[in-house]
């Protein structure tokens, strides 16, 4: 199951329609629901997905513009729902909650105010009201708030939350089996995503090429990284030193373990200093792979991330 960040009503991630995507528009959109939204991603997507404790199930999900409207795990309805919305170039921001429950229908003559000429006459030494109760709190609502990255066809789409829920989603309704280090071996190209979950225009990219080997594979960036906006982004190494011109940056994966189905565990080192461990995962056709990287004592929004394509 996902695992789910706890926050009361009155969170912000509620504001207007994060808990009611079926009405109002989308977080940080504007307008109103009278137009569809249509991102392109209408389907139903599976993919296999781990939770933060790194086991993993088989997810079935459809999205209907920018709802999320049922998640099914290893064949079972979760009772969640979502929304969508787009957060920058093939990058959404996804809010997936527990679907509210249907509205109760009032019986027949339910809620209907009596004949004033039916009600009896009332005493003239009525008892003083009883004090008002304190209202109960509002119950809190649990969500899970994350990204979604899409490669540039939108036939596949990778799903990233802080509570490390990541997996490689492809269209349809798909059988998954498991993958072996000698399908990852190979060449592949994509783009890393840093500040993935930064709002404020700190998001950037940095293409690369990889090539596998079995149980290492070797990422090479063809081009410096770049923010959206056309400016450039400024990488650091181990000493703080700033790196403006990062084209020919090598990241080297290595120690590559499966940990089931479409998982795999891993070491990296980069050509900046920086070492930490990562996670690389396949999609069910075995043509793209996602990937998470972090270092030591990161929480995972700081992490790289990044979908690659199969190239041979």
Same mark, same amino acid.
């Given at each position: %199951?996902p695992?789910?960040i706890?926050?009361?009503k009155?969170?912000? #991630? ?5 808990i ?12 109103? /629901? ?8 209408? !389907?139903? #997507?599976?993919a ?24 099914? =795990?290893? @064949? ?7 929304? =969508? #919305? ?31 000429? !039916? ?16 209202p109960?709190?509002?119950?809190? =609502?649990? =969500? ?10 939108q036939?596949?789409?990778m799903?990233?939350?802080?509570? *490390?829920?990541a +997996?490689?989603?492809?269209?349809g ?12 071996? @190979?060449?592949? /190209? ?8 930064d709002?404020? +225009?700190?998001?950037?990219r940095?293409? &690369?090429h ?10 090479? $960036? ?7 906006d ?18 020919? %940056? ?10 089931? /189905?479409l998982? &795999?565990?891993?070491? &990296?080192?980069?050509?900046? +200093? ?15 792979? @996602?990937? *998470?990287l972090? /270092? ?5 929004? $700081? ?10």
């Open positions: %199951m695992s789910f706890t926050a009361p009155s969170s912000p #991630w509620l504001t207007g329609v994060c009611a995507p079926l009405l109002l528009t989308a977080c940080g959109g504007s307008g109103s /629901r009278e137009e569809p939204v249509d991102y392109g991603l209408n !389907d139903d #997507w599976t296999r997905v781990q939770d933060q404790t790194l086991a993993s199930a088989t997810w079935l999900m459809t999205v209907d513009g920018e709802d999320i409207t049922r998640i099914f =795990i290893n @064949g079972h309805d979760s009772g969640d729902i979502g929304l =969508i #919305w787009q957060q920058a170039q093939q990058v959404y921001g996804v809010n997936l909650f527990p679907r509210p429950p249907e509205p109760v229908e009032p019986e027949e003559g339910e809620g209907e105010l009596p004949d004033l000429d !039916d009600l009896p006459d009332l005493p003239d030494d009525l008892p003083e009201p009883p004090l008002p109760e304190e109960e709190e509002e119950p809190e =609502i649990p =969500i899970l708030h994350g990204r979604l990255i899409t490669s540039t066809d036939s596949t789409l799903l990233i939350t802080p509570e *490390y829920d +997996g490689v989603f492809q269209r309704e798909l059988n998954i089996s498991d993958a072996t280090l000698l399908e990852l071996q @190979g060449h592949w /190209r994509g783009p890393m995503i840093g500040n993935l979950f709002t404020e +225009g700190g998001l950037y940095h293409e &690369f990889i090539d596998c080997a079995i149980g290492t594979c070797v990422m090479t $960036a063809w081009h410096t990284a770049m923010h959206d056309g400016r450039y982004a400024i990488l650091h190494d181990t000493h703080g030193n700033p790196v403006r011109d990062s084209a020919g %940056m090598q990241i080297t994966l290595s120690g590559i373990e499966p940990r089931g /189905r998982f &795999f565990d891993l070491d &990296f080192t980069n050509t900046l +200093g920086h070492a930490g461990t990562g996670v690389l995962m396949m999609s069910p056709d075995r043509n793209w792979i @996602g990937t *998470y972090c /270092r030591p004592d990161t929480p995972m929004e $700081a992490c790289d991330f990044g979908l690659f394509e199969r190239q041979d």
